[in-house]
């Protein structure tokens, strides 16, 4: 098991074809790499992201470059005592080195999704500041390998996007879940006409509620 510190672990990946190859993000300990099946771990991150956030939401291996790996800062399980996120970080070699790559606004990750047959192509959800409403929140697109972004799906100021998969077999399929939600030092108000399952069929330009 493991990593022994980091708090919880809400962000993993594996490489295929490589069965005992896993990273780790945790929401209080960074990036974590395991090279035998999960048995010990090592921290890849500590001291290379250059921001301030230690928390990880979401992070996605490309497919076919698993040498590319993308870590969005700041988790999506919206507690109390969450820790923000200062944008999403990309390594191009498999973890040794991170660069900025964006959307530091957003604050929190709740997933990141790289097309299985272009490593620059890269969606991510965001609940975006979760303690008041506000544009940061919602589904990003890059077809630059994170260099700009785009949002692609945004509902209204106090809507995320908690969820989001892709179809393996058809990438421009993407399906996003939509949660209105504001976290509050006391409490939580969720749901409401923001919140709702999307469907896009063309790599985001269109969605529809379904």
Same mark, same amino acid.
């Given at each position: 098991g493991g990593p022994f510190i980091g708090c919880r672990v809400v962000a993993v990946d594996?490489? /295929?074809? !490589?069965?005992?190859?896993?990273?780790?993000?945790?929401?209080?300990?960074?990036?974590?790499?395991?090279? %035998?099946?999960?048995?010990?771990?090592? %921290?890849?991150?500590?001291?290379?992201?250059?921001?301030?956030? +230690?928390?990880?939401? +979401?992070? +996605?291996?490309? $497919?076919?470059? /698993? #040498?590319?790996?993308?870590?969005?800062?700041?988790?999506?399980?919206?507690? %109390?005592?969450?820790?923000?996120?200062?944008?999403?970080?990309?390594?191009?070699?498999?973890?040794?080195?991170?660069?900025? #790559?964006?959307?530091?606004?957003? !604050?929190?990750?709740?997933?990141i999704i790289v097309d $299985?047959?272009? /490593? %620059?192509?890269?969606?991510?959800?965001?609940?975006?500041?979760?303690?008041? $409403?506000? /544009? !940061?929140?919602?589904?990003?697109k890059s077809t630059d390998g994170g260099k700009t972004w785009k949002k692609i799906l945004f509902v209204d100021d106090k809507t995320g996007a908690i969820d989001l998969t892709m179809d393996p077999s058809h990438p421009k399929v993407l399906y996003a879940a939509m949660w209105q939600a504001q976290r509050m030092p006391w409490g939580l108000i969720d749901g409401g006409p923001g919140s709702g399952i999307y469907k896009s069929t063309d790599g985001g330009a269109h969605w529809t509620n379904i």
């Open positions: 594996g490489v /295929p074809g !490589h069965a005992n190859l896993f990273y780790a993000g945790t929401v209080g300990g960074g990036i974590w790499k395991s090279t %035998n099946n999960g048995i010990s771990w090592k %921290n890849i991150s500590d001291g290379k992201l250059g921001g301030s956030s +230690a928390s990880i939401g +979401a992070l +996605a291996v490309a $497919p076919s470059k /698993p #040498s590319v790996i993308y870590a969005g800062t700041g988790e999506d399980d919206i507690r %109390n005592d969450m820790i923000p996120g200062d944008g999403l970080y990309k390594s191009t070699d498999g973890g040794k080195t991170w660069k900025y #790559s964006g959307l530091k606004d957003t !604050h929190s990750f709740s997933r $299985p047959k272009n /490593p %620059n192509v890269v969606y991510a959800a965001s609940m975006g500041h979760v303690f008041v $409403p506000g /544009p !940061h929140r919602g589904i990003f």
